[in-house]
């Protein structure tokens, strides 16, 4: 019997208490303890992105953080995205422009274009294209996606 | 596998978990090569201590007109710190490549160095920049240079029970400039095929009186070059001095055959990007 961990933490602004052993990862635990399998798989080594979520603030792989680690942390992802049913303007763009295909990448896109946006609301495309260089997409290219990323800034600046 | 999670927040108190473990321990700063190594099943731990939450391992100082960056800091904060930016933009270029936002919302240098790959990219330039690690163990705190902790592909020179904590990085004299550059066949999120850290202090006519250069990825650590730098010191870095430096750069690879370059290859394209990564120093000691 392995030790479990006890383990406080808010996903999306609610409350969640889990157990958990010490190996287990914080994407592992999002999908299979918390039932919260919008956070997708890829790689499971930190190369795809598809896992992205936002810890405390911080863009993260959550394939390469531990649930143990994240006690007491704020975690966020993509189901805490929409404002109930209305979509968020970058999930509405993707929809409209194409910017998903198969939609495994889709989810760690997401947040971390909006985490791109929150701190650059009118990027470059050089400027997208460098900040999600780590969220790999094997099916649209990137063009749809950074054209969408590019829309939905328009229509959050109001421009 | 049973594993063991401890998050101390003083220095001591995690170098007596070390100290104390009955089994194979790691050490978890931002964890990007230490779980994937879990995962993959490369490293079976039966105790990890998350170094995180022990503040002066998250803290970037001044000290001494120079830089203490704490080891865990991660990859994100020290690229956001200005001051740094501007006394050591080759130490930042090598933080800015270490996989994506996502890693370096994570990955320290620390682990960067501890993980002891020699294709490591913030490593070439703390070699360069002269960077003492700091280092506390059961036996006491030793300050050594960086260039003397890895000392084969995965391993280091650190104690079981040893941590580091910190590296200064020295005040800056004028007209000084570092630059890192690597080979890669990709812009981003690519491993380095070769990458090279030059640090050079200039004299007021332009001199070079000082130099350091590492070369990554052509050894089985990071190489400092005392030939790389001797081509550079008392030159006004032209194109003989480069030249120089290119011969000694190749001619000091050790490197191997593998799926990213020859060892044929690597050995020209040290000398090439030795000369770039000089220029870019000199250019940066120009303006400083």
């Known amino acids: 019997m392995s030790k479990k961990y006890h383990i406080t933490t808010t996903v999306n602004g609610d409350d969640y208490e889990y157990l958990c052993e010490a190996q287990q990862t914080l994407l592992d635990v999002l999908r299979d303890e918390l039932m919260l399998a919008g956070t997708k798989e890829g790689c499971a080594t930190g190369d795809c992105g598809a896992c992205t979520v936002m810890v405390d603030g911080t863009m993260v792989c959550s394939c390469l953080v531990l649930a143990v680690e994240t006690d007491g942390a704020k975690v966020d992802t993509i189901e805490g995205m929409a404002n109930g049913n209305e979509l968020h303007p970058l999930q509405r763009k993707f929809l409209e422009l194409n910017g998903s295909q198969c939609g495994i990448c889709t989810p760690g896109i997401l947040i971390a274009a909006r985490a791109l946006l929150e701190r650059n609301p009118d990027p470059t495309e050089t400027e997208i294209r460098y900040w999600l260089a780590g969220n790999l997409c094997r099916c649209t290219g990137y063009d749809k996606i950074i054209r969408s990323v590019q829309a939905a800034a328009r229509e959050m600046r109001g421009a | ?288």
């Open chain 2, 1 to 288: 596998m049973d594993v063991r999670y401890e998050a101390p927040e003083t220095l001591q108190a995690a170098v007596a978990l070390l100290a104390g473990a009955t089994g194979p321990a790691k050490i978890l700063a931002g964890g990007t090569d230490v779980i994937v190594q879990m995962e993959t099943d490369l490293i079976e731990p039966s105790l990890l201590v998350d170094i995180k939450k022990i503040p002066e391992l998250r803290q970037i100082a001044f000290e001494n007109g120079g830089f203490r960056i704490g080891a865990a800091v991660p990859g994100m904060d020290i690229m956001g710190h200005k001051a740094l930016a501007k006394a050591w933009p080759g130490v930042l270029d090598g933080v800015k490549l270490i996989g994506s936002i996502q890693v370096r919302g994570r990955a320290s240098i620390g682990g960067n160095l501890c993980n002891g790959s020699p294709a490591a990219d913030s490593v070439p330039p703390l070699i360069a920049a002269g960077a003492i690690a700091r280092i506390i163990g059961s036996k006491g705190t030793r300050e050594v240079p960086v260039e003397q902790i890895p000392v084969g592909p995965g391993k280091t020179s650190l104690a079981s029970d040893e941590i580091i904590a910190s590296f200064f990085l020295p005040a800056r004299a004028p007209h000084s400039g570092d630059a890192y550059q690597r080979f890669t066949p990709r812009t981003e999120m690519d491993i380095a095929v070769v990458g090279v850290g030059v640090n050079l202090t200039l004299d007021k006519g332009g001199t070079c009186t000082a130099a350091r250069v590492a070369l990554g990825a052509v050894a089985p650590t990071v190489l400092l070059s005392k030939e790389c730098a001797d081509a550079l010191i008392g030159s006004k870095v032209d194109d003989v001095a480069l030249e120089k430096l290119a011969a000694a750069a190749s001619a000091a690879c050790r490197p191997i055959d593998d799926k990213r370059g020859t060892k044929e290859y690597r050995i020209k394209v040290a000398g090439v990007l030795a000369k770039r990564t000089a220029q870019q120093a000199l250019e940066v000691a120009r303006k400083s």
